[in-house]
């Protein structure tokens, strides 16, 4: 299959039973047209004619998208994304269409969450929002403007004006028939709950990872007992996502990220960067994510972790000397 705009359609209806043939489509295309893709393929000597298996398919290193252009077809796209790395270290993921990404953002919120109109988004995204090619900055846009909401908005540092939001929302929550959506990076968070601790126990509160040196490092249970304390809820939820993806993982109380139906996460060793891992071993984070469609797919992160069954996973970290194996060829 040669037509991105097939595989697409493809992608949109992919269930458990679908994924592991839309998954190697998907592959095959990408084989051809994603330029570094293949190069990679090429260097490692694998014939993408023999992968018939989703566990035999090659992930590409994701330091790659710090030094080339990854795109498949051409050249040319409609917008870039830039991580918030320092210097030469920026990722940067080229965006061919930019209504896959909308509709992935869209697609996998409410797939967990519902309907974008039942939220009031309030965000808290210091150091993030100043970056004008940041993807977290674009998804929160996308859910601002789907939620359609006055009283929604970003706060960056203002804490005072976020308190006083939330306060005229609450005050008048069966006038807005809506749920306050808080979601803000960890550092942004952990500054709002101890200035200002209240019952925010109906509503969602949801952490994206994110300290930037601004305070000690916690353990996310630590981190999650002391918001779920201080904003009197049972549940804090947790996103995964990266420059270099265009879906979404999200987490409720457990910890444990559940991927939407074109996601997927497999475990490598660490030190082997070809051999996979079965379930409940820990590892390097592997990550299928099939609305890459028009850049890669198929990406070995740097992160550390485990998955389980019914496609959920754990972050435990991040990998040490995190420059994985397999990349070198094309800094050359």
């Known amino acids: 299959m040669d037509s991105s705009v097939d595989l697409l359609n493809n992608i949109y209806k992919v269930d458990e039973n679908s994924f592991d043939e839309v998954t190697l489509d998907v592959f095959r295309f990408q084989s051809k047209f994603c330029g570094i893709y293949k190069q990679y393929l090429d260097y490692i000597k694998v014939n993408p004619n023999k992968v018939d298996s989703i566990y035999k398919i090659p992930f590409l290193p994701i330091e790659l998208f710090k030094s080339h252009k990854i795109l498949t077809n051409s050249s040319e796209y409609e917008l870039g994304f830039e991580s918030s790395g320092t ?143 201080q904003f009197q809820t049972k549940s804090i939820y947790g996103e995964y996502a990266m420059t270099e993806l265009l879906s979404q993982a999200y987490s409720k109380n457990d910890g444990l990220y559940q991927t939407p139906t074109y996601m997927k996460v497999l475990i490598r060793e660490v030190n082997d960067p070809f051999q996979l891992l079965p379930n409940n071993q820990r590892g390097a984070i592997n990550i299928i994510d099939l609305m890459n469609i028009n850049s890669c797919s198929f990406i070995a992160t740097s992160d550390y972790g485990q998955n389980f069954d019914k496609n959920t996973f754990e972050v435990l970290g991040r990998i040490d000397n995190s420059d994985i194996r397999g990349c070198s060829l094309l800094y050359q």
Do not use: C
Request: no cysteine.
């Open 87 to 229: 210097g030469g270290d920026k990722s940067n993921h080229y965006i061919k269409d930019v209504s896959v990404y909308k509709n992935s953002i869209l697609k996998t919120f409410e797939s967990f969450f519902g309907l974008t109109s039942d939220y009031i988004f309030l965000f808290l995204l210091p150091s993030y929002i100043e970056n004008k090619k940041s993807s977290l900055v674009f998804m929160s846009d996308v859910l601002l403007e789907s939620s359609n909401h006055g009283l929604g908005g970003y706060f960056l540092n203002d804490f005072q004006k976020l308190n006083d939001r939330i306060l005229e929302i609450q005050s008048s929550v069966n006038e807005h028939k809506r749920r306050i959506f808080l979601f803000g990076v960890t550092f942004a968070l952990l500054d709002f709950a101890e200035k200002f601790p209240q019952n925010l126990s109906n509503h969602i509160i949801l952490e994206t990872g994110g300290m930037k040196g601004r305070k000690k490092e916690i353990t996310k249970s630590e981190l999650h007992s002391f918001l779920k304390f």
